[in-house]
Structures are given as C-alpha cells and as structure tokens.
C-alpha cells in the first residue's frame, strides 16, 4: 500500500517559488498515476495537478495552470510540484496521493492521505 510523504512547503513571498516533494519510503510509487491536492483553512480539498504512470501526461486546474509544474523522476521514486508565480490564494496544505482518471480526463484521489505539507505565502 502507498504511503507517502510530502515535503518542501513553507513560507514564500508573492511572487516566489517552491518545489514539493512526494514520495514512499517503502513502496515504488513509478507505476501509480500520482496527484497533488491541496486544502486552504475553512475549504475543501481540491486537485491541483497530477499526472499518469504510463506516459507522463499531466493534468492541472485552471487555478495553478502555467504556474506549477508536475513531474516525476522514477529514479528518485518521487513525484514534485514546482509552483511559480505564488499567490496568496495558494496558501494551504498540500497532499499528494495515488490518483485515478475519468474518461473526461478529470481526476480523483483513490489512496490514502500523507501528513501533508504547508504551503503560506504571504508578505
């Protein structure tokens, strides 16, 4: 079973960059389609980006889109989000888990959830 966990969130400028790390310490995650998720205080928990185990395609909502980068380095067992441009509106807890894709391309979580990592940014 994936369990993983997250990584490289703190507090950034407007403005500034992060990279988030996932991964599994015990268990390959090379063959799962991975996703990023995140949750802001007082909101729901909402996709952010993912992308699939087969080819590489990635997925982003319309909020983070030519913001944040998605990627995987199967040498590493890791997935990472790359996040640019960062907004106040980004701040939240960030989690990554295993993920699975409708025939509409949207995209779910299907495993359980890490510790998370939090993302502030803030002046």
Partial sequence: QVQV???GGGLVQPGGSLRLSCTDSTTTI???????FRQAP??????VSSISSRDGTTYYSDSVKGRFTISRDKTQ??????????????TAVY???TVRFNNDGSWYA???WGPGTQV???S
Avoid: F, I
């Avoid at 890791?78 to 509106?89: A, D, G, I, R």
């Fill in 5 to 7: 966990v997250e990584s």
């Fill in 30 to 36: 090379n063959n799962y389609a991975m996703g990023w």
């Fill in 42 to 47: 007082g909101k729901k928990r909402e996709g």
């Fill in 77 to 90: 067992n890791t997935v990472y989000l790359q996040m640019n441009s960062l907004k106040p509106e980004d």
């Fill in 95 to 97: 989690y990554c888990t």
């Fill in 110 to 112: 299907s495993g359980s």
């Fill in 120 to 122: 502030t940014v803030s």
